[in-house]
């Protein structure tokens, strides 16, 4: 599906970069495909279009989504997939799109070229693409660079409010919805614990499977809709800021509200499946083995020599430009994703839902509630526009969230050092020159208990910005030095949660 209409010219006034995409360049593919494939123009591809089209094809097929920019804009992309049949191996070009400003240059034929010959290489030997029939350019294009033997869908559609079986549907739902439904009594703190022990294995065993969904993406997709719909319609700093406030207080408390809703309609199913619903929600908010699996993906690689490829794979968990980084630098980016994201993607949810088994409402809400300020942080938490004040009330409370379970881990990494007073005075010298409250604490933390450096140059977008220097260069960074890092996470995620069970215990 595709909406390219690029004719040869020449590239001689263009600086045209075709590379991997990244995880920031996630929103700005989605918006201008957004503004390409409209209803009025395109109305078979305007049905598909969505963010999870996007995210989904970058979490399962990162290798065939590609980026064309120029400078610092995107000018065009594609996202597309292999088939494997029998004794044929396909490849598919599901999305193709350029930026007006930039079409009939040529980037979707360097586009094109690219994927093809990536997928040449993956063993394809057949190429398929479709399009609207009434994309005439697009149609026109792929014609010209080889397509052919041309076939036309038949979409057909039925409206299921008027089927027999939705009628009874909505009849039964009427008549349960007046019996009484019966209140179940709250989670004992016993479950609560079984529950917290769960997840930890879950999240230990398998982590975030890539092909399941994740609470996070309904999280990413509500905010994405109010933020879209809010930078249309206010345009005063304070509006936004106000704005701000609303979409915080409204993200979080309906991913509390929603993870409290799911696991009590769960429970009134059966009590087991309470249980094993709740963990499997609690196990999505820990990124223990996300981020180890992270870090291996990168350092495999690295360790066997092919900088290009540990690069390209680096640029999937980092927003620094990662083109032409030489190896230390390479291990440092590593090392400093693992500790900044070792507090609020493992220790900061598993501190939130401790503090939840000790409430009425349990750890499944408050933990969905802290990873949804986590996400938010994250989307529009930014200083720049256009999230300057849409951002900003998110940014603040996120910090404030983060603080105490930041303080605690670097706290714990202290001590798991077996240097605990030298660690500590470290980051109380290092930690305040980093501009993010709690980053600098996590980061310097790790770098004072490894006996290594963080922070220097970094490029982002082409633009070279200087880190604060955390901890003493005693030795240089290795890959056994991330696999400390990952190994300190989880010792400490289990001694916290060795605190906790029999405390629960105790309560119950």
């Not at 879209?228 to 304070?238: A, V």
């Not at 609690?282 to 990124?287: D, I, K, V």
């Not at 526009?385 to 900003?392: I, K, M, N, S």
């Not at 220097?456 to 910005?465: H, I, Q």
């Amino acid at each position: 599906m595709t909406s390219a209409s690029d004719l040869p010219a020449s590239l001689d006034d263009l600086a045209v970069e075709i590379r991997d995409m990244n995880i920031d360049d996630i929103a700005p593919v989605y918006h201008l495909g957004e503004s390409l494939f409209t209803s009025d123009l395109y109305p078979y591809i305007y049905r598909t279009w969505d963010e999870w089209e996007v995210i989904g094809q970058f979490n399962t097929d990162p290798e065939y989504c590609l980026v064309a920019t120029v400078g610092e804009q995107l000018a065009g992309f594609t996202l597309g997939t292999i088939i494997s049949k029998a004794s044929w191996v396909y490849g598919y070009i599901l999305w193709l799109g350029v930026n007006p400003q930039f079409q009939r240059r040529g980037i979707a034929d360097q586009l094109v070229d690219r994927i093809v010959e990536r997928m040449i290489d993956e063993g394809a030997r057949f190429m398929m693409v479709d399009t609207d029939p009434a994309n005439v350019p697009a149609v026109k294009f792929f014609t010209r660079k080889g397509f052919g033997n041309a076939r036309k869908h038949i979409f057909l559609s039925m409206n299921l409010i008027k089927h027999e079986y939705y009628g009874k549907l909505i009849a039964y739902e009427r008549s349960k919805s007046r019996s009484p439904a019966q209140q179940p009594p709250p989670p004992p703190h016993m479950t609560e614990a079984v529950i917290l022990a769960i997840a930890a294995f879950l999240d230990f065993l398998i982590g975030d499977p890539r092909r399941l969904f994740h609470p996070v993406q309904a999280i990413g997709w509500g905010i994405t809709q109010y933020t879209r719909w809010t930078l249309k319609h206010f345009d005063s700093d304070r509006s936004q800021f106000w704005a701000g406030v609303g979409l915080t207080v409204s993200a979080i408390g309906l991913s509390g509200f929603a993870g409290w809703a799911i696991v009590w309609l769960a429970s009134q199913v059966h009590s087991i499946a309470g249980i094993a619903l709740s963990t499997v929600l609690l196990a999505s908010c820990f990124a223990g083995r996300s981020l180890k699996d992270a870090a291996i993906d990168v350092l495999e690689p690295l360790e066997s020599g092919d900088l290009e490829t540990a690069r390209s794979r680096l640029a999937k968990y980092v927003g620094r430009d990662t083109k032409g980084l030489s190896q230390p630098e390479i291990l440092r980016a590593v090392l400093e994703t693992v500790t900044e994201n070792a507090i609020d993607g493992v220790l900061a949810p598993l501190f939130w839902a401790i503090v939840g088994a000790f409430t009425p409402l349990g750890s499944i809400p408050i933990a969905l509630a802290y990873k949804a300020a986590s996400t938010l942080d994250s989307m529009v938490g930014y200083r720049d526009a256009p999230y300057t004040f849409l951002g900003r009330f998110s940014a603040r409370l996120e910090d404030g969230l983060t603080w105490i379970p930041c303080r605690l881990g670097a706290g714990s990494i202290a001590l798991l050092s077996g240097r605990p007073f030298q660690v500590w005075q470290i980051c109380r010298r290092d930690a305040p020159q980093d501009p993010s409250p709690n980053a600098g604490w996590s980061e310097a933390a790790y770098a004072a208990a490894l006996g290594v450096q963080v922070g220097g140059k970094n490029t982002y977008r082409g633009v070279v910005k200087f880190k604060p220097l955390l901890g003493d260069a005693i030795a240089p960074i290795a890959p056994q030095t991330i696999h400390q890092a990952t190994r300190l996470t989880r010792i400490c995620f289990l001694m916290w949660l060795a605190i906790a069970l029999p405390f629960l215990y105790l309560r119950s």
